[in-house]
């Protein structure tokens, strides 16, 4: 492994074809812009297709339709971007089409900062567009943690049909660090499971028992001889439209429970010093930089801080924040934002014990201002 002076966003582009993506569809925009850029040089080389779309509604669809012809696909793009793509975002969920979406946030609303960092889109990754469905959603810290959950977010697709969303920030995808790759045969990459059955027997949406593949049916790419419906409408297990409650209800049993009963797989997280401390920072992206450097100071000092670092923010770990807070006294929650992923922490723990620490104009959070929190809470301890 040779050591490299990479950006985020570069560290993207060579995680996606890595992870084996041989299709991007995309529209440039800051800070976004250099995923593209990058896969453009990237993707011929390897046989794989670039395609600058018109605007990022026809982006998202071109990627769902890549991904229904077989192939692994991949978008990038910033929050006024990812706001047009919602609506193709739920209907990859219902018709359950492998896609990943990476959204580099930058300072909103509308047009915003292009080129200031934020965290603001945390809560429209989970509820952006409408009805009931599971998401997957991940956030990275450093450019090679960049690399490295872009190849996962291409494996929690795959493997359970879903449009997973990698939430970077401004800062991540513009930084630069050194790093060092790993070389791609080394990698561990998740492929579409197979149907063993004849055309005639296929049912790209069938609610089988219960098994080791966690009730995702295979599905069998457009132009193998497989003939199948597809439709945004609630369907039936050959995938035909259907407003029969028996048909309804197992297939959203099926694919909450697909994601719920693999949290042990999905869950990424980090924890530090938790066991003997008293204040507990949980963190993610960007802001958990700052976030441990606070941590760091705080312990020099001689107090008792724990660290929970969230690399998968949704599903959001419960059962993993209200272990690791049980029994601390205060919880403190650093986020570029006005206060978004702050909330789950809340309810899951209680909104007595836990202090925010928010910023929404376009500047970091600085460790000082994370270790004045924890100075004030221990004082008050």
Same mark, same amino acid.
């Given at each position: 492994?040779?050591?490299?002076?990479?950006?985020?966003?570069?560290?993207?582009?060579?995680?996606?074809?890595?992870?084996?993506?041989?299709?991007?569809?995309?529209?440039?925009?800051?800070?976004?812009?250099?995923?593209?850029?990058?896969?453009?040089?990237?993707?011929?080389?390897?046989?794989?297709?670039?395609?600058?779309?018109?605007?990022?509604?026809?982006?998202?669809?071109?990627?769902?339709?890549?991904?229904?012809?077989?192939?692994?696909?991949?978008?990038?793009?910033?929050?006024?971007? $990812?706001?047009?793509?919602?609506?193709?975002?739920?209907?990859?969920?219902?018709?359950?089409? !492998?896609?990943?979406?990476?959204?580099?946030?930058?300072?909103?609303?509308?047009?915003?900062?292009?080129?200031?960092?934020?965290?603001?889109?945390?809560?429209?990754?989970?509820?952006?567009?409408?009805?009931?469905?599971?998401?997957?959603? &991940?956030?990275?810290?450093?450019?090679?943690?960049?690399?490295?959950?872009?190849?996962?977010?291409?494996?929690?697709?795959?493997?359970?049909?879903?449009?997973?969303?990698?939430?970077?920030?401004?800062?991540?995808?513009?930084?630069?660090?050194?790093?060092?790759?790993?070389?791609?045969? =080394?990698?561990? &990459?998740?492929? +579409?499971?197979? =149907?063993?059955? !004849?055309?005639?027997? @296929?049912?790209?949406?069938?609610?089988?028992?219960?098994?080791?593949?966690?009730?995702?049916?295979?599905?069998?790419? $457009?132009?193998?001889? @497989?003939?199948?419906?597809?439709?945004? &409408?609630?369907?039936?297990?050959?995938? @035909?439209?259907?407003?029969?409650?028996?048909?309804?209800?197992?297939?959203?049993?099926?694919?909450?429970?697909?994601?719920?009963?693999?949290?042990?797989?999905?869950?990424?997280?980090?924890?530090?010093?938790?066991?003997?401390?008293?204040?507990?920072?949980?963190? @993610?992206?960007?802001?958990?930089?700052?976030?441990?450097?606070?941590?760091?100071?705080?312990?020099?000092?001689?107090?008792?801080?724990? $660290?929970?670092? &969230?690399?998968?923010?949704?599903?959001?770990?419960?059962?993993?924040?209200?272990?690791?807070?049980?029994?601390?006294?205060?919880?403190?929650?650093?986020?570029?934002?006005?206060?978004?992923?702050?909330?789950?922490?809340?309810?899951?723990?209680? +909104?007595?014990?836990?202090?925010?620490?928010?910023?929404?104009?376009?500047?970091?959070?600085? !460790?000082?201002?994370?270790?004045?929190?924890?100075?004030?809470?221990?004082?008050?301890?």
């Amino acid at each position: 492994m040779t050591a490299r002076l990479m950006q985020g966003d570069e560290a993207c582009a060579e995680g996606a074809v890595a992870a084996g993506c041989r299709f991007f569809a995309g529209y440039p925009i800051t800070p976004a812009t250099e995923i593209a850029e990058t896969l453009s040089r990237l993707l011929p080389r390897v046989g794989g297709k670039f395609i600058q779309m018109e605007d990022e509604i026809a982006s998202i669809a071109a990627v769902i339709g890549a991904s229904v012809g077989g192939a692994k696909a991949l978008t990038a793009t910033s929050g006024p971007g $990812f706001s047009l793509m919602q609506e193709n975002i739920g209907y990859a969920a219902m018709a359950e089409i !492998p896609c990943v979406i990476v959204n580099v946030q930058r300072l909103g609303p509308s047009t915003g900062r292009p080129t200031s960092p934020a965290q603001g889109d945390v809560m429209q990754a989970r509820w952006g567009t409408h009805g009931d469905y599971p998401v997957i959603a &991940l956030a990275p810290w450093t450019v090679r943690e960049t690399f490295d959950l872009t190849v996962q977010a291409f494996n929690l697709s795959e493997r359970y049909r879903t449009p997973v969303i990698l939430l970077m920030d401004e800062l991540i995808g513009h930084m630069r660090e050194q790093v060092r790759l790993p070389d791609a045969d =080394t990698l561990e &990459l998740a492929r +579409r499971t197979e =149907t063993r059955v !004849p055309p005639r027997w @296929y049912k790209p949406f069938e609610n089988f028992p219960d098994g080791p593949n966690v009730n995702v049916p295979p599905l069998v790419p $457009f132009g193998e001889g @497989y003939r199948y419906h597809i439709t945004g &409408l609630h369907h039936d297990e050959r995938g @035909y439209p259907t407003d029969r409650p028996d048909e309804i209800r197992p297939w959203l049993d099926r694919v909450f429970g697909k994601i719920e009963r693999s949290l042990s797989d999905i869950l990424l997280y980090e924890e530090d010093g938790i066991e003997d401390a008293n204040i507990l920072v949980i963190a @993610y992206g960007s802001t958990a930089r700052a976030a441990r450097h606070a941590v760091k100071q705080a312990r020099t000092r001689g107090s008792r801080v724990g $660290f929970l670092r &969230l690399k998968t923010i949704w599903p959001f770990a419960e059962e993993v924040v209200e272990r690791a807070a049980a029994r601390l006294h205060r919880v403190v929650v650093p986020e570029l934002n006005r206060g978004q992923l702050v909330l789950e922490v809340e309810r899951v723990v209680g +909104r007595q014990k836990v202090r925010r620490v928010n910023r929404a104009d376009g500047e970091m959070i600085r !460790p000082s201002e994370i270790l004045a929190v924890i100075e004030d809470l221990e004082g008050a301890v």
